[in-house]
């Protein structure tokens, strides 16, 4: 952002009880130090823990401007 403070939005993709496909926003977070992977793996880990959805992910997606890159997890 042009105040040089990052944010990431976390955002929940799934298919409801009735086939629907959902989304919804679980987190909006400062991204504290460098937009390494690492960093940014470490503040989805933390999202994913407090809600208890460690064992329930299946894709990880990160849109950059350039090009979106999809990690499939386990």
Do not use: K
């Not at 390494?36 to 950059?64: F, I, K």
């Amino acid at each position: 952002s042009s105040n040089l403070i990052a944010f990431m939005a976390i955002v929940a993709h799934y298919v409801n009880n009735d086939g629907q496909l959902e989304e919804l926003l679980i987190d909006f977070r400062e991204l504290i130090g460098e937009h390494s992977g690492e960093n940014m793996a470490e503040a989805v880990w933390q999202t994913l823990s407090t809600y208890g959805l460690q064992d329930r992910v299946c894709y990880l997606s990160r849109s950059p401007s350039r090009s979106p890159q999809l990690t499939r997890l386990g």
